[in-house]
């Protein structure tokens, strides 16, 4: 049996998630594993967050993508329901959303150095974990209380008749975008902003 390796792209540094004290980001990309079952790529936790990471993984050919999450309600649950859909649009693949359920209450207070006071526990992970699909389908979630498992039937030839029907990548301009990249890095890099003539006056 063979040893997957993957390592988280992005790390949260956002009030008791800031895994930057104990984290650092990964070095390994955005590598899929090709199974009997498809192309699988594993968008870790915070990823969720940022596009080019969900891009990424669609350029390496992936079918499915697991996104196997940790996160409460007063942090990110308005955009659970909507980042995942997103991504499996706009990357036309197949998406696992995975997030735990319950409250960890620690035997010690803690602060996060945001001006919030002590705590003992994180809130509550509200699970909801569903499958996204390329067509903007999706399943109904599972409980936001109790563990659950989820079975869906994908047929990874949605991942090819989407992309044939919208042909996102052919009209991607990818040159356009590393363009764009390439320049962004440039510590000179001046942004393309077109000002109305009359903010001078």
């Not at 590598?31 to 594993?42: A, D, L």
Request: hydrophobic share 35%; glycine share 8%.
């Amino acid at each position: 049996m063979a040893t997957l390796l993957v390592n988280t792209n992005h790390i949260p540094r956002i009030g008791d998630f800031n895994e930057s004290t104990y984290y650092m980001e990964g070095n390994t990309g955005h590598p899929v594993f090709e199974t009997c079952y498809g192309k699988i790529g594993i968008n870790i936790c915070y990823g969720r967050h940022h596009p080019l990471n969900w891009l990424a993984f669609g350029l390496n050919g992936a079918e499915i993508v697991f996104n196997p999450s940790a996160t409460v309600g007063g942090l990110s649950e308005p955009m659970w329901s909507i980042e995942a859909r997103n991504a499996a649009i706009a990357n036309t693949f197949f998406v696992g959303s995975i997030n735990r359920v319950g409250t960890e209450v620690f035997p010690n207070q803690f602060t996060s150095g945001d001006g919030k006071p002590q705590h003992a526990d994180f809130g509550h992970f509200y699970g909801s974990s569903y499958f996204s699909a390329p067509d903007a389908s999706c399943t109904p979630s599972l409980s936001r209380y109790q563990d659950g498992l989820i079975i869906a039937d994908m047929d990874l030839n949605l991942c090819r008749q989407v992309n044939d029907k919208w042909v996102f990548c052919m009209t991607a301009r990818y040159d356009m975008y590393a363009k764009l990249f390439a320049n962004y890095l440039d510590p000179q890099y001046k942004p393309q902003i077109i000002a109305d003539p009359l903010l001078k006056e």
